[in-house]
């Protein structure tokens, strides 16, 4: 199996769950925070909406500029979730033509000028898999303290026996 392969057969699995809960996103709630210092629930909505379309960049060997990113809006749930979608597809669609090689080769996370990291695809995009898992996790915390049913991800949830 190829290390795309693998990567599609990872993504199988996390990008439904993934769209599962993005559904569930109240779009009245896009300014609400648990914390002064936490980043709005629409703002972390975008982030795990968008992390697809860091992947495929990944694979593309664009490097991610954190001073040239779109600045965090507030959408509704519905223009998520076509965002979402249409980073899903880009992923799989250049994860069935990557081969093995491309996933040796370098990529920067940038800030202008500034090369922050660099590290090979491959580990650049399992950390990013992680990270992505992460910031859905988070996602399922602040829906929680909203009171918004929170759908199976890994099993059975609290809502949802």
């Known amino acids: 199996m190829s290390i795309a392969q693998d990567f599609i057969a990872e993504l199988d699995y996390e990008l439904p769950a993934t769209r599962r809960l993005l559904e569930r996103v109240p779009s009245d709630k896009g300014g609400w925070k648990p914390h002064p210092k936490s980043s709005a629930l629409g703002h972390l909505a975008q982030l795990v909406t968008r992390m697809p379309g860091t992947m495929v960049n990944i694979v593309r060997g664009i490097d991610l500029d954190l001073a ?36 040796a080769l370098p990529w920067n996370l940038r800030y ?50």
């Open 112 to 161: 202008a000028d500034q090369v922050l990291d660099t590290g090979r695809r491959r580990d650049v995009f399992r950390n990013t898999i992680n990270h992505f898992v992460h910031h859905r996790g988070q996602l399922t915390v602040y829906l929680r303290l909203n009171d918004v049913p929170i759908p199976s991800l890994y099993g059975p949830t609290a809502d949802e026996q």
């Open 68 to 103: 040239a990113g779109p600045p965090y809006t507030l959408e509704p749930t519905e223009t998520l979730l076509r965002e979402f979608d249409a980073h899903v597809k880009d992923a799989r669609d250049v994860l069935r033509t990557a081969q093995d090689e491309d996933f």
